[in-house]
């Protein structure tokens, strides 16, 4: 069950968009899934706008431990990034990567 687990993570995060970013955020919430978390935490985060013009959005609105954990997300990122006086971390790489691999895809 483990391995099915993560083998679903690993689809829904190679397959975020920002139609889906927030259903598949509640879920890796509720479910504790970090693997899908991250991912979907920066997508919002880098997106936020756009997310919020979405269906899914009412979903994280209305949910107040998926809000919570957005904001305390936003919050350790902006501290991590004071501290370190970057905004280059590697969780955004990994996020410019991945969107660039989705387009190298879609060509």
Known sequence: ???????????????????NVAQ???L????SSKLLEGPCMSMV???ISEV?????????ANDSTVM???VC????????NHNSGSS???EEKEESKSRASKKQRLT
């Open 24 to 26: 598949r955020l509640v």
């Open 68 to 70: 919570a954990a957005l």
């Open 45 to 47: 985060r880098n997106n």
């Open 88 to 90: 280059d971390n590697e």
């Open 1 to 19: 069950l483990p391995r099915l687990q993560s083998l679903a993570e690993k689809q829904m995060q190679e397959t975020l968009t920002i139609d």
């Open 52 to 60: 919020m013009k979405t269906d899914g959005w009412k979903l994280i």
């Open 73 to 80: 997300h936003n919050q350790t990122l902006l501290k991590n």
């Open 28 to 31: 890796a919430v509720r479910h």
